[in-house]
């Protein structure tokens, strides 16, 4: 099993920046895909980015694309969302999440492990 904490979240005005970090633990980091979702008040939770084992594939959702970026340091068993050009509808709050496979998904129910989601608040 893999265990992921979520930090980096907070309030920040639209146009600004945050950086999302999620660390792991437990089994070896680089045999889990990684991505981020988000889930809004009375919204269902929504696929933001994936990334694959090696770093070198990434996903993102059309929403974000260009705007955020994912990456992983296998190293210091974390995967990172940074977050750029911040809209009032990125506010949500952002989790983390692990399947252990080779491949990016942007499927809710095909990763296995999550964490407990930090809050991320853009203000206009």
């Known amino acids: 099993q893999v265990q992921l904490v979520e930090s980096g979240g907070g309030l920040v005005q639209a146009g600004g920046s945050l950086k999302l970090s999620c660390a792991a633990s437990g089994r070896t980091f680089s045999s889990y895909s990684m991505a981020w979702f988000r889930q809004a008040p009375g919204k269902e939770r929504q696929f933001v980015a994936a990334?694959?084992?090696?770093?070198?594939?990434?996903l993102y959702a059309a929403s974000v694309k260009g705007r955020f970026a994912i990456s992983r340091d296998n190293a210091k068993n974390t995967v990172y969302l940074q977050m750029n050009s911040l809209k009032p509808e990125d506010t949500a709050v952002y989790y983390c999440a692990a399947r252990e496979d080779s491949s990016v998904s942007t499927i809710t129910r095909v990763y296995d492990y999550w964490g407990q989601g930090t809050q991320a608040t853009v203000s206009a």
């Open positions: 990334i694959n084992r090696s770093g070198g594939t990434t």
